[in-house]
């Protein structure tokens, strides 16, 4: 069952990330981490984007222990920035940018998931930016500017999406686009709680089984799919 933190960023939960350090992992095996949106984007001058949602997966059939990591504790605060996810199962963070004032405009800070379970050890970064203006100022901009080559994208960034105005003839057209989301997110979200082909002690079918590589292509979809909901 998906576990839902508290999204107010306040009481006891709520609480500063750590600053970051490096952390030895004695040579345990590496674990791959499903952590998404790969980037969070707050906006000055829109306050309900100075908050922002971090889902964390385990698709594994072990529970997970995890703890956030910062460059900048100081400007953000995390709720539940330490904790645990159950196996095949989800946990919602909740990132609230508290300094927004126009000196740390374009900044560009840097998080860390570190996890571990099974006797295993695995980390993923990404990154957080405060920009000017708002949100969807950025995204009528961005339908005059030419993408990016592919070339200059990182693997650990999602390009940001830009939804653009629907025609009035098109709206029935925009129902079922919506319909085909939902189905491939409900697919994505199965396939992540499948068990990986590696499991023997499973009661599922072994031809249910999966790879982590289709549980990374399953999850990348499905923050791309929450990106889109989100707007």
């Keep these: 069952m998906r576990r839902r933190q508290s999204h107010d960023g306040r009481g006891e939960e709520g609480g500063r990330v750590e600053a970051e350090e490096g952390v030895p992992v004695g040579g345990a095996p590496q674990l791959a981490v499903f952590l998404f949106p790969s980037e969070m984007a707050f906006y000055a001058e829109q306050r309900s984007t100075h908050r922002r949602v971090l889902t964390l997966y385990n698709p594994y059939t072990f529970s997970l222990s995890f703890k956030m990591w910062c460059t900048a504790p100081s400007l953000y605060r995390v709720v539940e920035a330490e904790g645990s996810v159950r196996a095949k199962s989800c946990v919602d963070l909740v990132v609230r940018h508290l300094d927004v004032s126009p000196r740390n405009w374009g900044r ?20 957080a930016e405060l920009k000017g203006g708002r949100e969807e100022e950025e995204q009528r901009g961005g339908q005059q500017r030419a ?8 693997p650990l960034l999602v390009p940001t999406h830009t939804r653009l105005p629907l025609p009035a003839c098109t709206a ?22 499948l068990p990986l082909h590696t499991d023997s002690s499973s009661v599922v079918p072994r031809w249910l089984h999966v790879s982590t590589n289709q549980k990374l ?15």
């Design 108 to 127: 560009r800070d840097r998080f860390r998931m570190e996890v571990r379970g099974g006797g295993q050890v695995g980390r993923r970064e990404i990154w």
């Design 147 to 154: 993408p990016p080559p592919l070339t200059a994208l990182s």
């Design 172 to 193: 029935v057209r925009s129902v079922s686009q919506w319909v085909v989301c939902v189905a491939v997110a409900m697919l994505c979200v199965t396939v992540l709680m």
């Design 217 to 231: 292509v399953c999850a990348y979809t499905l923050g791309l799919i929450t990106m889109v909901f989100l707007q």
